[in-house]
């Protein structure tokens, strides 16, 4: 993310919650200083078990941005995100970072953030491990962007037809054309 797409952003009257990652170097050291030589203004804390995972989520929220750049429009929260549980019983630990044009509660943001990555797994992740999307060779005119609108109308008609299961979904209807057309019935 660009400090003009920000802009952009506050321009056209919209707040953003934008994840930093370390191929932001500046914005990612700043971040790092920042948190380091504050408190956080609110803090929330939440855990969960699901199947054979625990996980604890621990969202900070930094309102004290002395050590990061104005440049940032509209900046007013740095985000901390720690995860640390376990998955397969081998331990596991994640720390994210988001900027913020918002100065809202941490429970807030941590259950927007959770929201984001509910749409991260249910449709990216699916596009990219069922439909191997990263490895589909289409460079001509509209054909990448045809053939993802097409995806995601799969990974919404399959479930909608009974389907628990996208893979079983495919194989089961791959071959049948008449099949396919009465899911549009």
């Known amino acids: 993310m660009?400090?003009?797409t920000v802009k952009q952003i506050i321009d056209s009257g919209n707040d953003y919650v934008i994840a930093v990652k370390a191929n932001q170097?500046?914005?990612?050291?700043?971040?790092?200083?920042?948190?380091?030589?504050?408190?956080?203004?609110?803090t929330n804390t939440t855990r969960e078990r699901v199947s054979h995972r625990l996980t604890q989520r621990r969202v900070c929220v930094f309102n004290n941005l002395n050590h990061i750049s104005s440049d940032w429009v509209g900046l007013k929260s740095v985000i901390r995100v720690e995860r640390v549980g376990t998955r397969a019983g081998k331990p596991d630990q994640?720390?994210?970072?988001?900027?913020?044009?918002?100065?809202?509660?941490?429970?807030?943001?941590?259950?927007?953030?959770r929201g984001h990555w509910g749409v991260e797994n249910r449709l990216h992740w699916v596009k990219?491990?069922?439909?191997?999307?990263?490895?589909?060779?289409?460079?001509?005119?509209?054909a990448a962007?045809?053939?993802?609108?097409?995806?995601?109308?799969?990974?919404?008609?399959?479930?909608?037809?009974?389907?628990?299961?996208?893979?079983?979904?495919?194989?089961?209807?791959?071959?049948d054309i008449k099949l396919l057309f009465s899911f549009l019935e």
């Open 25 to 42: 170097p500046h914005l990612y050291n700043q971040i790092q200083k920042n948190i380091k030589l504050s408190l956080p203004t609110t």
């Open 128 to 142: 990219h491990v069922v439909f191997d999307e990263d490895s589909a060779q289409m460079v001509d005119g509209y």
């Open 145 to 175: 962007a045809n053939f993802s609108i097409i995806r995601s109308f799969v990974i919404n008609l399959l479930p909608h037809n009974g389907f628990d299961s996208l893979t079983r979904a495919i194989r089961h209807c791959a071959h």
């Open 94 to 113: 994640e720390t994210a970072y988001y900027i913020s044009s918002l100065t809202i509660p941490a429970s807030d943001f941590a259950q927007g953030i």
């Open 2 to 4: 660009s400090k003009k």
